[in-house]
């Protein structure tokens, strides 16, 4: 017997031409999407709804509400996802005492990585403490606390999860990718970064000396922020892109998220961070640059200016410690 399935509304696509294999790749996970739900153990013989959520072009997301629970299925389209790699990263948060979505499955669909997981009834930390200053410096302050323990779980290797393992056996191979090497020749080619904002080849020097040659990693969620909090007590991590890096890499890159959006970011998620340790400010303002780099083409192609400016402004008022 097959599912009775009402789709509440239709998924949403960019459009762009910068996101076109992410649209095509959504597409067809929503084309094989109502074969999967009629014929998964989980949903066989129900009547379900269906509402796709309108946040965020690296997956198509949607919630699935039955007689007996709402469930979330989240299929990746970002080729740095791979199969298992999500369940794998908040399984092993779960497991240190850090709340996320427990996770009921995983597979592909579509030759995409999903997980089909726990709905979170709750808004995001973002939306929660909006307008309550003294709420949102102390949500931060424990988000920079709950990111620091997320790193403790050790790894091996670096960059997207092959196998259990990161893809390049060390932190220089990694940062010494086509990948890395040909975002920032964008930036540099486009002029997007000056000399004044900061080069990449410092960056890279001052991350590498700091890695150093071991190949042990840590769990990075490489898309933290507020928005990626549920407003729970305690908070609930979710939708991580998971890759294996250093613990200081993945904090640049949480701090560049609220940069991309104010100019600045909240001093309160480095102290959480910081408590039980301290952080070179080089070392992290390398890691911000770092990642400032590898955002920009993208925002570039998107035509996203304001963005742009405020990558430059934070960085000419921010220069490496000398």
């Not at 790749?25 to 949903?43: C, I, P, T, W, Y």
């Not at 919630?63 to 299925?73: A, C, S």
């Not at 050790?154 to 220089?172: H, L, M, P, Q």
């Not at 560049?256 to 909240?266: E, F, L, Q």
Request: charged share 30%; net charge negative.
């Amino acid at each position: 017997m097959t599912s009775s399935i009402h789709f509440k509304n239709q998924p949403k696509f960019s459009g762009a031409e910068v996101d076109r294999i992410r649209d095509e790749r959504r597409l067809a996970s929503f084309s094989s999407l109502e074969n999967f739900l009629s014929n998964d153990d989980l949903f066989k013989g129900k009547e379900i709804e269906v509402e796709f959520s309108h946040q965020g072009i690296s997956s198509l997301v949607c919630f699935i509400e039955g007689d007996e629970k709402k469930l979330v299925l989240k299929i990746a389209v970002d080729n740095t996802v791979t199969e298992g790699s999500e369940a794998l990263f908040l399984r092993t948060w779960e497991a240190t005492g850090i709340s996320t979505p427990h996770i009921y499955k995983e597979g592909k669909l579509a030759d995409r990585p999903f997980v089909l997981m726990d709905y979170i009834d709750a808004p995001n930390a973002e939306a929660k403490y909006k307008d309550d200053k003294e709420g949102r410096n102390n949500m931060h302050l424990e988000a920079g606390r709950i990111l620091y323990e997320m790193h403790k779980p050790e790894a091996t290797g670096f960059g997207k999860v092959i196998d259990g393992k990161g893809e390049y056996a060390s932190f220089k191979e990694w940062i010494d990718t086509l990948n890395m090497t040909n975002r920032a020749k964008y930036v540099e080619e486009n002029n997007l970064l000056t000399r004044e904002h900061g080069k990449f080849s410092e960056a890279r020097d001052i991350l590498v000396s700091y890695v150093g040659d071991s190949n042990k990693s840590s769990y990075c969620h490489f898309d933290y922020s507020a928005g990626h909090l549920f407003a729970t007590e305690p908070l609930t991590v979710f939708d991580p892109n998971p890759l294996f890096n250093d613990g200081c890499i993945d904090l640049g890159r949480t701090l560049v998220n609220y940069i991309a959006a104010s100019g600045t970011y909240p001093k309160e998620i480095v102290e959480g961070y910081c408590e039980d340790k301290i952080l070179d400010e080089k070392v992290l303002r390398a890691s911000i640059l770092l990642n400032i780099i590898y955002k920009l083409p993208y925002q570039h192609q998107k035509g996203r200016t304001q963005v742009i400016q405020n990558f430059q402004n934070y960085l000419i008022q921010n220069k490496f410690p000398r």
